[in-house]
């Protein structure tokens, strides 16, 4: 067996090791390790691999912006900044048939802003939503698919741990990949709204309404989402004018939302062990998942299959845009089954040198960017898309009285939308590249 049949034999088998419940990051070590000792024939050179793809892995120093951005998410939770971001929306817009849900998704924007996981966004803003679209008489479908799909905003719209993963991988610019996604995570906003309006109008039975709130009250609840914008401003604008970059600017907004939340009163002695706890553990499951990832692909690269795949595509004749059409769809397909996280590790080294020798019109950084923020759009489909999405059993394990099939049914409008968002962004790349270009 040549070593790229042996290459190609891992896939299954790793996805086997994933499908019967084996950690993913477990998983793609002791596929890595088994694939380079049956490449080496001995174990010494496996042993002096894993200690330098492990030493190479963990001293760099652009990994240190995610326990810092997971902080900063933790401490957002404990501030009560999400229940902010929601209240000021609803507000506003609570009023109107099906503003509570849009409300809903406007505060998931926000929450993302400085959280960057789908998970915990959908899981925070669900706890914090969920209630007031009952008590608002929402339909229990439409309430979990509308946070779901709000939920994968949180590692769309900056800061965004996988796009950091993602430039690391490919070697992009992490601010210049923050500033890429800005436009598609509005984009994506925006359309779920869409979604809940037109949803408003074809089954109004399944809205609710709330009385219209006082002008004074609305600029209340509005007054108390400032931490949220000037820790966002801080950060972000201090990473894009070079005041810092973006591990000094996660520090600056972990300090910040650590500040906010001891004001809120949320940040006490128990709650800030609580935050450093849950955000170690899920700095220990991100970096396992890394460091598994990396001796995979240390075995693929000894194998030779990403070279040989890129040359046949490049030799074959098909057309870019089928290729890069059909690399994104496999991506939906995983995503219903697989973490982000996981995708982008176990296939960006694979997929990236396929479609960079293809000619699409771009600059190759400006490639680079596009199809990382294309790829992780269609990664997030996945998350909402039946039957495995991940973010429809996050929510619906909080809304026990809503079966899982009513939330299927109210999540599929919300799929559409993305999957038409993706085609625009497909056929228009200067519309993510705009702000980049500016």
């Excluded at 890069?324 to 973490?339: E, R």
Aim: with cysteine; hydrophobic share 55%.
């Amino acid at each position: 067996m040549s070593t790229v049949e042996l290459a190609l034999w891992s896939f299954p088998i790793l996805l086997l090791m994933i499908f019967i419940r084996i950690p993913i990051g477990l998983s793609m070590l002791l596929c890595g390790l088994a694939g380079a000792w049956m490449v080496y024939g001995t174990h010494v050179p496996i042993l002096n691999q894993l200690k330098q793809v492990t030493f190479s892995t963990f001293s760099s120093y652009s990994l240190s912006v995610i326990p810092l951005f997971l902080l900063m998410g933790q401490f957002a939770a404990l501030g009560g900044l999400s229940q902010a971001l929601f209240k000021a929306a609803e507000a506003w817009i609570g009023h109107r048939k099906g503003g509570v849900a849009m409300a809903a998704v406007g505060a998931c924007a926000g929450f993302g802003a400085i959280c960057g996981s789908s998970l915990a966004t959908a899981a925070t803003m669900g706890q914090v939503a969920l209630p007031e679209l009952k008590r608002a008489g929402y339909a229990g479908g439409i309430s979990t698919a509308a946070l779901a799909a709000g939920g994968t905003l949180g590692i769309l719209i900056p800061p965004s741990v996988v796009l950091v993963i993602y430039a690391i991988l490919t070697e992009q610019n992490i601010a210049k990949l923050f500033l890429a996604a800005f436009v598609p995570g509005i984009l994506a906003a925006v359309g779920y709204m869409i979604v809940i309006a037109l949803y408003a109008r074809l089954r109004p039975q399944e809205m609710g309404t709330m009385p219209p709130m006082p002008m004074k009250d609305r600029w209340v609840a509005t007054a108390k989402i400032w931490p949220v914008m000037l820790i966002f401003i801080a950060v972000v604008g201090g990473i894009y004018t070079g005041v810092f970059t973006p591990t000094e600017g996660a520090a600056i907004g972990a300090f910040g939302t650590g500040v906010a939340a001891w004001f809120s009163g949320g940040l006490t002695r128990k709650t800030f062990l609580g935050a450093i706890l849950g955000t170690a553990v899920a700095t220990g499951m991100i970096f396992m998942i890394v460091l598994g990832a990396g001796v995979y692909n240390t075995f693929l690269a000894l194998s030779q299959l990403p070279q040989e795949a890129a040359q046949m595509v490049a030799g074959s004749g098909l057309n870019p845009w089928t290729v890069l059409v059909a690399v994104l769809l496999l991506y939906v397909v995983l995503g219903c089954f697989m973490d982000s996280l996981s995708m982008i590790l176990l296939t960006i080294p694979v997929f990236f040198p396929i479609v960079s020798v293809l000619d699409f019109g771009l600059p190759p950084e400006e490639f680079a960017i596009w199809f990382g923020i294309l790829v992780l759009i269609v990664v997030e489909v996945g998350l909402i898309t039946p039957p495995v999405g991940m973010n429809l059993f996050v929510i619906n394990s909080m809304a026990r009285d809503t079966p899982i099939t009513q939330t299927y049914r109210s999540v599929m409008p919300f799929v559409a939308s993305d999957f038409i968002r993706t085609a625009i962004l497909v056929a228009f790349p200067g519309i993510t590249l705009f702000v980049l270009r500016l």
